[in-house]
């Protein structure tokens, strides 16, 4: 224990005991940084222009009203850009600035730097576009068809990323079942509709272009930022405070592509952008809309046998997340059950519409949300109640899932549905329907899903951690991952100090900044407090 500067004592962190946020205080009164309350000297604005047309050809644009309005500095276009001008994390094919094919409404085709927010948007305004409109394609079932118009050239068609799971031969399995479903879903994309908008301030010293940005990522933002912009990567630094909700629509260039660009034509003085909700809503990356087909079967006393599954994905009208998100759809398809033969297989398409990206459970509701249906359905053939069902197909250790691995470790779902059978509110569910007031119906329902933590097989997952002594007798935690809400940097000064028997007053934590802290991945997939905690314990002892 320590002693504090009016005598009492302060007790050390222990893992596991309620704990106030390390933060609640900063936040409560309006202290806590975030990157679109940045103000500095000096500083303009940059609005970009957005296409507002799904699929065009871009054949010039006429700037010098915009350029000669008041209060307008710059007016910028895809020339003005010295590096690839292609932003994407697995396929950089989503230019900064579009120069000749726009192929959704959120394309932004120029930017205009403005002393003020309200000279940027009218100089946004006054720009003139040519383009000649070209058919939209808005349904990722169309868009497979053969002769559909093209959105990428160079590809043989619109399918952006494909993948399969076999596990032996399912339609003769389905042949023998006694009872089999099928049906088709569609899945509409999803907004995070986080309450703070994408925004940052950068700068440009002739040096080092520093970007403080709400982001997800820090790390992976330097390196497409380095590619796109044409600047090294040692030359880039970004600084992430704490986000105000990300759940992966931050996990992305999604704004940092247009403010870097701005901050390297400001002459020296820093730039601000935030993002308006409707733009937000517009260019943000979304929860991709599927069509997911599963065909499943049992036996008659409802042991499940075989499962085909097609899942399509929109993927919007770049790649960005679509293939992990793929992945990890697929290796969910099966949820928690146990299968004798599985034939799985995914597509993601390009479209006109807004891109699919990353958003909590990453590709597992549009196939688990189908799932848990039909698993339903054959209950009902059978004459078991949901949960027997599950009971009897659930997956336990030793067993192989759907995707062919081993469960040598601790499987959860079957003491957990024995846990919820044994609860009254589904011991008593038949009497509290039938008690329902007057003009009311009172139902139940059960599901059991399954949800990876981690990235997944093929996508190296680590962590490093930084605690320095100071002069002063404190420690300082160099957070490495973004903090949106979600409480990792309380947890890491928790981990730390119970570690270490110290007081919260003895630490200090600095959010992730790539010029100071450790490469460590972003905040996403569930990994946080397990990859960089772990890393921490191991730099603190």
Partial sequence: MDEREDGGVSEPFSVGCPTPRWEAMAKTCGRERYASEVVEDGMVWAVARRADVPSALLRGLETSRAASASGVLAVLTASDVKGTNLLGILEPDQPILVADRIRYGGDPICLVLGETLEAACRGASLVDVDFVLLPGLFDPVRALEPGAPLLHEGREGNLASSGFVRRGDVEPLLASCDHVV?????????????????????????????????TQNPWRDRDELSRALGLPRDRIRVIAPSLGGGFGGKDGVVIQGLLGLAALHSGGRPVKMVFSRKESFL???????A????????????????????????????????????????????????FEAVDLEGKVAYTNNPVGGAFRAFGAPQVE????????????????????????????????????????????????????????????????????PPGRLRATGIAAVVHAQGFGPGIPDFANARIDLTEKGLFRIFSAIPDMG?????????????LLCQGPERFELLQPDTGQALRS?????????????????????
Wanted: net charge neutral; aromatic share 6%; with cysteine.
């Fill in 486 to 498: 979600q409480g990792n940097g309380s947890t890491y000064v928790q981990l730390a100090g119970d």
């Fill in 521 to 541: 991945g972003p905040a996403a997939a569930s990994r946080t407090t397990y990859i960089y905690g772990r890393a921490l314990l191991e730099a603190v002892s």
């Fill in 291 to 338: 069509v997911t087909t599963l065909t499943l079967g049992c036996d008659n006393s409802g042991r499940l046998r075989a499962l085909r599954g097609r899942v399509l994905f929109d993927g919007g009208a770049y790649e960005s997340m679509s293939l992990p998100v793929l992945m990890s759809a697929l290796d969910h398809l099966g949820g928690c059950y146990r």
């Fill in 182 to 214: 099928e049906e088709t879903f569609r899945f509409a994309a999803q907004e995070h509709a986080y309450l703070e908008t994408e925004g940052g301030v950068a700068r440009y010293d002739g040096q080092i272009l520093t970007m403080e940005v709400s």
């Fill in 283 to 289: 260019c943000s990356p979304k929860r991709h809309g």
């Fill in 369 to 436: 949300g189908a799932l848990e249906q039909l698993v339903d359905r054959l209950a009902s053939a059978v004459a078991l109640d949901p949960l027997s069902f599950r009971l009897k197909n659930g997956l336990v250790r030793g067993d192989q899932n759907a995707s062919g691995v081993t469960l040598a470790g601790t499987v959860g779902i079957v003491p957990c549905l024995r846990l919820l059978g044994s609860h009254p509110l589904w011991k008593e569910r038949e009497s509290w329907a039938a008690a329902a």
